[in-house]
């Protein structure tokens, strides 16, 4: 992979180059907040090491720049992965777009802010997870917000995180709301409040305050960017992790490899991984830690036998319904558009409501397919624009178009090494639809998709539907969805935490067997929760720096 060229972030008044109390690998949502919250004690030393950027440049700042990287032109800020042919998908390779910068994927997401229900983190206790049901996790969730309602049950305010309502929603967005009405779904304003089912505007990790009000606030933004001056925290941007520094099975420190250079950061203390759920795994295996027999066949000596290393991989797969519309308001390429954005770009500038703010998916819903489920099982994402193939495949004209996505599914892939090489890609197998229940669940949720998308009050900004005719058979849905789904980005699960021999991690996110070594992100959770996956490595990161803290 290309390695960007390195900058430091803080003085380094007082500090061994080589040596601190910790080393993150991976300056991600989980690592930014690690970091500073770990050097909050000017008692210890963190060095964070990134391979990406620091995430500041105007196109992170501007959420739509976020149309711009998602499509993973040139590696930049985006590793833009993708995965083995999918036998599911009619033998497609899947497409992973993953942030590469400081903030990782909250740099280039829809800055969604979404947490599931609670029912998903008893599951992870009842799964072997320990300690984080949903009353043990809500008051760090609530920790990191300063949410633009306030402070009550379920909201947080004062955190570092910035979370605020949709800044400049386009009308097509409360027809939306209307067709779903018509089709007896209930409107809700909070998706994080006590009853996750309905449709209505998500919030977004924007800023709020004056100054920057509508800027994207990546993890980075919110937690690391304010604090890379401390003199106890160095941050190594443009610099891969390339293999954890093992002293038989404890952890002493990290290898990288910043542009033709290459160099070792020793841990007084831990070693903390951070990269999620596809990097973390691989770095792992790098460095002897995983299934000894796939190890051996790479040609890397086992340090220890961790069999569920890479396993039980998770994702959201996603299916996509797209619409023209002859409103130029929305997002398109036409002899509007151009107009529009520098329009919008003069009000950005000038502090006013802009569409530059939009998250594109301002609005969906958490539905059930059965009305006896006791929570929703399909997520809508509504996007005001004709979102196809990852922004990567363009339509002229205008419009809009509906995802919908099965919130907990049963199929279950892999990541390992494609050579020990560490700058090579890891090798991602979602195994999507591999168990078919999920297919049966999303010809359903594109059912009532199309039944919303379809209902009168969207009738005046419909101007005709791109890829279905509108009476296909659920065969034919079927055909469609493995001929054109694909992730909505929230992979999860490869270090799952638990006590069974296939955990990776124990509920206190060291590494099993190993000392000296955590896992910090989405690849520690169990299992995938009922909605988007930013807010949760957030919430762990949070926690985790609080274990960290205690076992120091």
Not at 118 to 133: L, M, Q, V
Request: glycine fraction near 12%; charged fraction near 20%.
């Amino acid at each position: 992979m290309p390695i960007i060229p390195a900058a430091q972030g803080g003085s380094q008044t007082g500090m061994s180059s080589e040596a601190f109390d910790y080393v993150i690998a991976g300056g991600g949502s989980a690592g930014s907040v690690l970091a500073a919250r770990l050097s909050e004690d000017p008692s210890v030393t963190v060095c964070l090491i990134e391979a990406g950027s620091e995430g500041r440049d105007v196109l992170v700042r501007t959420p739509i720049g976020a149309a711009v990287y998602m499509r993973g032109l040139f590696g930049v800020r985006n590793w833009a992965f993708t995965t083995v042919p999918q036998p599911g998908l009619n033998g497609r390779q899947g497409f992973q777009p993953r942030g590469k910068a400081l903030g990782g994927s909250s740099a280039i997401n829809a800055m969604l802010y979404t947490r599931g229900v609670p029912a998903d983190y008893d599951r992870w206790e009842a799964e072997g997870a320990k300690g984080w049901s949903w009353q043990d996790v809500l008051p760090y969730f609530r920790k990191a917000e300063d949410n633009i309602r306030g402070e009550d049950t379920f909201h947080g305010a004062g955190g570092p995180l910035q979370v605020a309502e949709q800044q400049n929603p386009h009308p097509v967005n409360e027809a939306f709301f209307e067709a779903a009405e018509h089709c007896q779904f209930r409107r809700n304003d909070d998706f994080n409040g006590p009853d996750q089912e309905g449709v209505g505007y998500y919030q977004v990790t924007q800023f709020h305050e004056k100054g920057r009000r509508g800027e994207r606030c990546s993890a980075a933004a919110a937690y690391l960017h304010p604090v890379m001056d401390r003199p106890n925290l160095k941050v190594m941007t443009g610099t891969m992790a390339t293999r954890v520094v093992m002293e038989g099975r404890r952890a002493t420190g990290v290898q990288y490899r910043q542009g033709s250079k290459t160099g070792t950061v020793q841990a007084r203390r831990e070693v903390i991984l951070s990269g999620g759920a596809f990097n973390s795994p691989q770095l792992l295996m790098l460095s002897g830690i995983g299934d000894g027999s796939e190890l051996a066949q790479r040609g890397i000596d086992v340090v220890h036998h961790l069999p569920g290393t890479g396993r039980n991989l998770q994702d959201h797969l996603d299916f996509i319904q797209l619409y023209r519309s002859r409103d130029n308001r929305l997002f398109g390429l036409g002899p509007g558009a151009a107009f529009n954005i520098l329009r919008a770009i003069s009000d950005w500038r000038a502090g006013k409501p802009s569409i530059l703010s939009s998250s594109f998916a301002e609005s969906g819903a958490f539905l059930k397919t059965d009305p006896s489920l006791e929570v929703p099982d399909i997520q809508l994402h509504f996007v005001c624009a004709m979102v196809d193939d990852h922004t990567r495949k363009l339509h002229w004209g205008y419009g809009y178009s509906c995802h919908v996505c099965v919130l907990r599914p049963h199929s279950r892939g892999t990541v390992s090494l494609e050579s020990a090489d560490p700058l090579a890609p890891p090798r991602i197998d979602p195994a999507f639809l591999s168990d078919e229940r999920d297919l049966d669940l999303l010809v359903k949720g594109a059912k009532i998709t199309r039944t919303i998308m379809q209902a009168p009050p969207l009738d005046k900004f419909r101007n005709g539907e791109l890829y279905l005719r509108g009476d296909e058979t659920d065969g034919e849905l079927r055909e469609h969805i493995r001929s054109r789904a694909d992730t909505i980005y929230h992979p999860v699960g490869t270090c799952r935490m638990g006590t069974d021999d296939l955990a990776v991690t124990d509920p206190n996110l060291r590494v099993r067997g190993v000392e000296n070594l955590r896992v910090v992100d989405a690849s520690v959770m169990p299992s995938l929760i009922g909605g988007n996956t930013n807010a949760p490595p957030i919430m762990i990161a949070e926690r985790a720096a609080g274990m960290i803290a205690k076992d120091r």
